[in-house]
């Protein structure tokens, strides 16, 4: 078995919530590709294949056959689909303004002068180029279709155009064929031309509306700068980004963005990293510190070494994170698909039926195909393919504006129903950095101190030597430093033995809760009270993941004492203290099988086995990679008052998805028997195929403007 790779192609040419079905079962049929997800909504296929049994060559061959195309081209391919999206948009734009011009006089000539000479071929002349060449994709589409066995929305734009067409020209050339049965030889031209022209508006305005669902991916890919000054000794050369290659010297000036990851090699300046941490301060760069890709410097120029370019980066990373969950599928719309799979051969065999029941029982030829027809337009599964991937793109673009990734569709689908949250202490609710909170020692043993704490790995030493060197004290120079590893450090100056370290662990009997002890000759003459801060957003996002009606635990392997003041000062009632990274994961299980969907929220290494386990799992901010990669969710900040906003993401978009399912279906469920005719027998009412176009053009636009309504809504 070869290399297993996941890649995102642009796919051209998808006119439907059917032909991504088409498409997906295309690339399923390449021997090799494994999974394909393709997303009507942002025209991309995301598929999972087998590098030595399939290539990309393969894949957009098969969707070639039928109609489609696939951009395989490694560079630059979000610009070719753009620059084809756009051709395809004035194109689209020029043929609907033409229809629409063409498709006036026909309905007027239609409604209100029907009997002036040579109506019926005035209306003939001017709907032919509106249903042959505005039309011809419908047409082309419907038979590369019918070719492999496979029907889509052309197929019923194409059938009921083509029919109102044939039967009008028909009854324009033979009237006498129905006069002489004592019957008016209707023609259905305008109907044959309008629906054309509807059914290209509609589509014309779903490609305006759909190009807004992808403007958060649009915002991120902004952030990437076209060219880059690469050094060559003292030589300065401009290339375009793609030409970067790792260990190139680049030159950064002010106000430039950052184009790869790498470390600075000389000079100094401060960078705007908030698109990246999510923090407003902007940060000192200098030789040796790493900087990221669409980050801005500000005042300095600096140069640094490439050592992640092109895909590589953090910034690439997030983008193909945010496309990929954009092109993910919710589990719902594994059903709509199934449903828009056998939609429309459903749909067809309802239009003979319609027409069978007609010409038997009534004996009315001309109603019947009139009402078959209709029912072909009016049941366009186009608001159905709709609903849930316009919904899925705006929620997870909202989510990247707010400093929300969300790797798939399904955890925004899972976010929902989420009623149990755990979060991790150090670095989620905390800021993960220890402070001196308090010290009493004596002020001339703070240099001992501080040369004690100097020789210490342990990151409470840490603390204590930015506390006393922030306060300008300057180490002496000891004799005979021990340190003994988990316990503390002992040092020896001017003939006294000192000792710093854990007040149990260096055997001193103490009433202190100090952290730090500090002993000289055994007698205590110093105590140092270190304490992690609590992130200031901490308290009000508890707050309001309660008001969400979500119970908050919290994890830690800190011990009791230390949990219950941070549970108490941040309002949590449940918390669980000397958790070891297996004792999370199990309480995840624990909690699963009591029935509860459990969120998981944690920073660090240990936290990825209970994160890998949650149902819905995110990782906060500055953590670590292997806690972002196991997680569903990333938080491009450390406030932890994303995640409420995060959860609530989740509800709005899940209802969003819910109220465009309800109005595709019940559009269809009403408009087909209405269009089928079944209340003429009651009051006379026979929908007419113009209205019936207007219609489902309108119902794709509502269910594109309901998902577009997410972009606003306060999170």
């Not at 998808?14 to 393709?38: D, R």
């Not at 929620?395 to 989420?418: C, M």
């Not at 506390?467 to 988990?486: D, R």
């Amino acid at each position: 078995m070869g290399h297993i790779i996941k890649e995102t192609f642009p796919v051209l040419e998808m006119s439907c919530a059917a032909c991504a079905a088409s498409v997906t079962s295309m690339l399923k049929s390449v021997p090799g590709v494994q999974e394909a997800n393709v997303n009507f909504a942002n025209q991309t296929a995301l598929v999972t294949y087998d590098e030595e049994q399939a290539k990309p060559e393969g894949m957009r061959n098969a969707l070639r056959s039928v109609g489609y195309d696939l951009v395989i081209d490694t560079h630059n391919r979000e610009e070719i689909q753009q620059q084809a999206q756009q051709s395809h948009y004035q194109a689209l734009k020029t043929r609907t303004i033409i229809a629409i011009i063409l498709s006036l006089p026909v309905v007027v000539i239609g409604m209100f002068f029907m009997n002036i000479p040579y109506a019926n071929w005035m209306m003939c002349v001017l709907s032919t180029p509106v249903v042959f060449w505005v039309g011809k994709g419908f047409f082309v589409n419907a038979w590369k279709q019918a070719r492999h066995k496979k029907a889509n929305m052309d197929t019923l734009v194409a059938l009921s155009t083509g029919i109102a067409w044939i039967f009008s020209v028909f009854n324009t050339i033979n009237p006498h064929f129905w006069m002489s049965s004592g019957l008016h030889a209707h023609v259905y031209f305008e109907a044959a031309a309008v629906v054309v022209a509807f059914v290209s508006l509609g589509k014309l305005l779903e490609e305006k509306a759909k190009s807004n669902t992808s403007s958060a991916l649009k915002k991120l890919m902004g952030l990437q700068p076209k060219t880059v000054i690469v050094m060559h000794g003292q030589e300065q050369a401009e290339v375009p980004l793609e030409a970067v290659q790792v260990n190139d010297l680049i030159l950064v000036k002010p106000g430039n963005r950052i184009p790869v990851d790498g470390t600075v090699a000389e000079g100094m300046s401060y960078v705007d990293e908030s698109m990246i941490s999510g923090e407003p301060v902007p940060v000192l760069k200098e030789k040796g510190t790493a900087v990221f890709a669409g980050t801005i410097n500000q005042q300095g120029s600096f140069q640094f070494k490439a050592e992640k370019v092109g895909a590589d980066t953090v910034l690439a990373q997030i983008i193909r994170m945010v496309q990929e969950a954009q092109g993910s599928r919710a589990p719902v719309q594994q059903l709509v698909d199934k449903i828009a799979g056998i939609f429309v051969p459903v749909v067809i065999s309802i239009a003979i039926l319609t027409f069978a029941v007609w010409y038997l029982l009534a004996g009315d030829f001309t109603h019947g195909l009139l009402a078959a027809v209709t029912v072909l337009v009016i049941a366009c599964p186009c608001a159905l393919g709709l609903a849930t991937p316009t919904a899925i793109m705006v929620g997870i673009g909202r989510g990247a504006d707010n400093n929300i990734l969300i790797r798939d569709a399904e955890s925004l689908e899972k976010g929902y129903k989420t009623n149990v949250l755990l979060l991790d202490k150090t670095g989620t609710i905390t800021e993960g950095m220890p402070t001196v909170e308090s010290m009493s020692v004596k002020e001339a043993l703070l240099p001992v101190l501080l040369a004690m704490e100097l020789q210490s790995e342990h990151p409470l030493a840490l603390a204590v030597v930015h506390h006393l060197q922030g306060a300008g004290v300057q180490p002496v120079k000891l004799s005979q430093i021990e340190s003994i590893t988990g316990k503390g450090i002992a040092a020896t100056y001017n003939g006294h033995r000192y000792l710093a370290g854990n007040a149990a662990l260096l055997n001193i009997k103490t009433d202190s809760n100090a952290t730090i002890i500090l002993s000289e000759d055994d007698t205590i003459v110093g105590s140092i009270n270190i304490s992690d801060k609590v992130k200031p957003g901490s308290v009000s996002a508890i707050a309001a993941l309660k008001q969400q009606g979500i119970a908050v635990y919290m994890l830690t392997g800190d011990n009791e004492k230390t949990a219950a003041a941070v549970a108490q000062s941040v309002g949590i009632e449940h918390y669980k203290a000397g958790m070891l990274p297996g004792d999370k994961a199990a309480f995840v299980k624990e909690l699963q099988q009591q029935g509860k969907v459990v969120a998981m929220a944690g920073d660090g290494i240990n936290d990825s086995q209970a994160l890998a386990l949650a149902d819905v799992s995110i990782a906060m901010g500055k953590g670590s990679d292997i806690a972002m990669d196991v997680a569903r969710m990333t938080l491009i900040t450390a406030d932890l008052q994303a995640i409420p906003r995060a959860l609530a993401l989740s509800k709005l978009t899940v209802r969003t998805i819910r109220q465009n399912l309800f109005w595709a279906f019940i559009y269809n469920v009403i408009g087909i028997p209405l269009a089928a005719g079944v209340l003429y027998p009651v009051n006379g009412f026979l929908l007419d195929p113009m209205i019936a176009g207007a219609a489902m053009a309108l119902s794709s636009v509502s269910v594109v403007s309901n998902s577009l309504r997410l972009k606003w809504t306060k999170l």
